[in-house]
């Protein structure tokens, strides 16, 4: 029985499960290349592909989107294009959030709370922006969800919006929010409000008065407060020090609101989800502000990770079973051939995104085991791309399509922010650490294979990871198992050749989605001041053009 979930709003795509497995999922952006593409076609297409189905296979496709709820009977024109008529339903937003962690979490009892932007119902442009579910095996309860008819810049997620507008950092961009916020040096918060006030039930709303930067400035008219002027200078204090009071804010907040809910509801999991949960600097605060709590933080927390909460809502309304998907790697795109690595190496001219700068010709040889050549290249602090296997599900590079390097090289932060990613300098990168390894960097805080949080490390993580670790003592780790993956033996190999088992990881991306095919890869990789490209089996470098 196939189950398939699309998303049709931004970070739209699709998603497969195949008698309660997940078979396949992808996000239209890796296929589009065009980021948070809010199409859903390719991605369909991808899937069925993949597991060599049509439409006619597929018992149920589930559908959601963010604003006004789609029509009843809505299939996305597919019986117009295709001929074929699907069973369809609809799932609420901010309850597909809810499944995607779940499903993940391999949690059978708990508390989600979901907190975004904006999801489903309301009036206008108002949408519920906080919702918290209690699940219980197979059984879900709405327990706390924000008033769809209030104004959406109440909302928590909104607001860090806001002053990501105000700071100047466009749409999608609240992750710069975060890491300039380490930066702060203190603000006096006697003399500033309370953003957030926390209601009985728990909801969340802010003070704002209106969206954007317009709402940073009026409550600053309003409450007399010394914000300075919008989209300031990065490198100003003041910038910073505005970064660090709305991160605070939001991590009082949320705190807060956890607290409350835990009052009333006797579970010991809490689930965070909704594009609130990518800010892995709260989900640590959280996790070690509550003390006895096991706190999941859902891997694909914003819209991304709808297709796959859509899918677990079909399979669920079809079996009564929320499906389990945890303990896995994220990699759940297609698997590609030999005959395709091949073919994207022999047709490089076609690779190339018009108009960009090949900054040299390929050269490319076939290796026995990339893991061993990667480690030789980074402890020799070379910047490698490294390219196998299927593709992460989700916004984090985790060993399928990633840039790596040594975390102790010489300044490789500023070199790789500068000359590679072309991103701004306060950004941090985090690192790939054997899971055996960890508590040994760590004294306490929480970390998960999936890079969504951010503890605070020790003498030997300062040591050992380097410049990965950010200016607040901060790394967003990710621990790998044991397990017979390249990513996995390139650890080990790196741990025997420099005595530590960890790598400098990041996307691999240059200001577009992280690369998809053999043929996205070769493309950024010849656009860019990579040093090496491991694609599969075939070491990839430039030469002169």
């Given at each position: 029985?196939y ?7 931004h ?11 997940l078979a ?9 290349r ?12 991808y ?9 006619n296979?597929?018992?149920?496709i589930?559908?959601s ?9 809505y ?9 074929v ?29 979901v907190?975004d ?7 206008g442009?108002?949408?519920?922006t906080e ?13 706390m969800?924000?008033?769809?008819n ?20 466009g ?11 380490a ?39 309003k ?5 300075g ?14 970064a ?9 907040a949320t ?9 009333k509801?006797?579970?010991?999991n ?16 959280l ?15 914003s ?11 079909g ?16 990699r ?21 995104i ?12 076939r290796i ?21 296997g299927k ?7 985790l060993?399928?399509?990633s ?21 701004e ?11 055996e ?6 004294d306490?805080?929480?970390y ?22 950010h200016?607040?003592?901060t ?5 790998v198992?044991e ?33 998809e ?10 656009r ?11 070491l ?6």
């Amino acid at each position: 029985m196939y189950v398939l979930g699309i998303h049709i709003g931004h970070d739209g795509g699709a998603a497969l499960i195949k008698d309660g497995k997940l078979a396949v999922a992808i996000s239209e952006e890796r296929l589009s290349r065009k980021k948070h593409s809010n199409g859903w076609w390719l991605s369909v297409i991808y899937c069925l592909t993949s597991e060599k189905i049509s439409f006619n296979d597929i018992e149920l496709i589930v559908w959601s989107n963010c604003g006004p709820r789609l029509n009843k009977g809505y299939d996305g024109g597919i019986e117009m294009v295709t001929g074929v008529k699907c069973h369809t339903t609809c799932c609420d937003h901010h309850l597909s959030h809810a499944l995607a962690a779940v499903s993940l979490s391999g949690q059978n009892k708990g508390l989600v709370l979901v907190t975004d932007a904006g999801g489903n119902e309301g009036a206008g442009n108002n949408e519920v922006t906080e919702s918290a579910f209690i699940f219980d095996n197979n059984e879900f309860n709405l327990v706390m969800q924000s008033d769809p008819n209030r104004e959406r810049c109440k909302g928590l997620g909104t607001a860090y919006d806001a002053f990501s507008s105000f700071l100047g950092f466009g749409a999608e961009e609240s992750g710069k929010t975060m890491g300039l916020s380490a930066y702060g040096t203190g603000l006096d918060h006697n003399h500033y409000p309370d953003l957030f006030k926390i209601s009985a039930d728990g909801s969340i709303e802010s003070l704002l008065e209106d969206t954007d930067y317009w709402g940073v400035m009026k409550l600053s008219k309003k409450y007399n407060l010394n914000f300075g002027s919008p989209f300031p200078d990065s490198t100003s204090a003041a910038a910073a020090n505005l970064a660090q009071y709305i991160q605070v804010q939001l991590e009082g907040a949320t705190l807060r609101s956890i607290k409350t809910l835990l009052s009333k509801h006797d579970v010991s999991n809490v689930l965070l989800s909704g594009g609130v949960a990518l800010n892995c600097v709260s989900n640590n605060k959280l996790a070690e502000s509550l003390g006895g709590v096991n706190v999941f933080p859902c891997p694909p927390a914003s819209d991304c990770g709808l297709p796959l909460g859509n899918a677990v809502y079909g399979y669920w309304k079809l079996t009564g079973r929320i499906i389990d998907i945890s303990n896995s790697n994220m990699r759940f795109g297609r698997d590609y051939s030999e005959d395709e690595i091949k073919n994207a190496l022999k047709e490089l001219p076609d690779t190339l995104i018009p108009g960009s700068v090949m900054l040299g010709k390929l050269k490319y040889t076939r290796i026995d085991n990339p893991a061993h050549y990667a480690s030789d290249l980074i402890a020799s602090d070379h910047v490698i791309a490294w390219w196998q296997g299927k593709s992460e599900y989700g916004p984090r590079a985790l060993g399928g399509r990633s840039i790596l390097a040594n975390p102790r090289g010489d300044g490789i932060r500023n070199s790789i922010n500068n000359k590679v990613k072309k991103r701004e300098w306060f950004r941090p990168f985090g690192p790939a650490v054997r899971e055996e390894d960890v508590s040994t960097y760590l004294d306490s805080g929480l970390y998960t294979k999936y890079m969504t949080s951010a503890p605070k490390v020790n003498r030997n993580g300062v040591k050992a990871l380097g410049e990965c670790v950010h200016t607040d003592q901060t790394c967003r780790i990710q621990a790998v198992p044991e397990s017979s993956d390249p990513y996995a033996g390139l650890l080990d190999k790196l741990r025997k050749d420099t005595g530590y088992g960890c790598v400098l990881n990041t996307s691999f991306n240059i200001q577009e989605p992280i690369v998809e095919s053999p043929a996205d890869a070769i493309a950024t990789f010849l656009r860019s001041k990579i040093d090496y490209l491991i694609l599969g089996n075939y070491l990839c470098e430039r030469t002169q053009p």
